[in-house]
Nanobody, 123 residues
Framework: QLQLVESGGGLVQAGGSLRLSCAAS????????MGWFRQAPRKEREFVAGISWSGETTYYADSVKGRFAISRDNAKSTMYLQMNSLRPEDTAVYYCAQRIGAAIELTTAYAYWGQGTQVTVSS
C-alpha cells in the first residue's frame, strides 16, 4: 500500500500563491507517474497536472498552464504543486494520486489517493 498525504492548502487572495506537497510512504514512489486532481463543490474531480516517474515530463490542464508547476523529489518521496496567480475558480479540494494506467487525465488511471487539501481563493 502507498500512503499519500497532501498539505499546504489554505485561504489566499486572488493573484496569490500556494505550494502544495504530497508526501508518500509505504510503497515505491519513484517508479510511477503521479498526478494532481481537484474537486470543487458539486463538480466532478478533474485533472490538474501530471508528472512522469523521473520528473522529466509534465502535463497540465489548459486551465492551469503557465500558472501552476508540478515537480517531484524522489529522494524525499514527495511531489509538489506550485500554484501562482490563483483565481477564485481554482477553489477546490486538491488530491494527489499515483498513476497506474496510461490515461494521464483520467481518474481511473490512478490509485492510492490522498485525503485532499482545501484551497480557497477569495476575490
Amino acid at each position: 500500500q502507498l500512503q499519500l498525504v497532501e498539505s499546504g492548502g489554505g485561504l489566499v487572495q486572488a493573484g496569490g500563491s500556494l505550494r502544495l506537497s504530497c508526501a508518500a510512504s509505504g510503497r515505491t514512489f519513484s517508479g510511477k507517474g503521479m498526478g494532481w486532481f481537484r474537486q470543487a463543490p458539486r463538480k466532478e474531480r478533474e485533472f490538474v497536472a501530471g508528472i512522469s516517474w523521473s520528473g522529466e515530463t509534465t502535463y497540465y490542464a489548459d486551465s492551469v498552464k503557465g500558472r501552476f508547476a508540478i515537480s517531484r523529489d524522489n529522494a524525499k518521496s514527495t511531489m509538489y504543486l506550485q500554484m501562482n496567480s490563483l483565481r477564485p475558480e481554482d477553489t477546490a479540494v486538491y488530491y494527489c494520486a499515483q498513476r497506474i494506467g496510461a490515461a494521464i487525465e483520467l481518474t481511473t488511471a490512478y490509485a492510492y489517493w490522498g485525503q485532499g487539501t482545501q484551497v480557497t481563493v477569495s476575490s
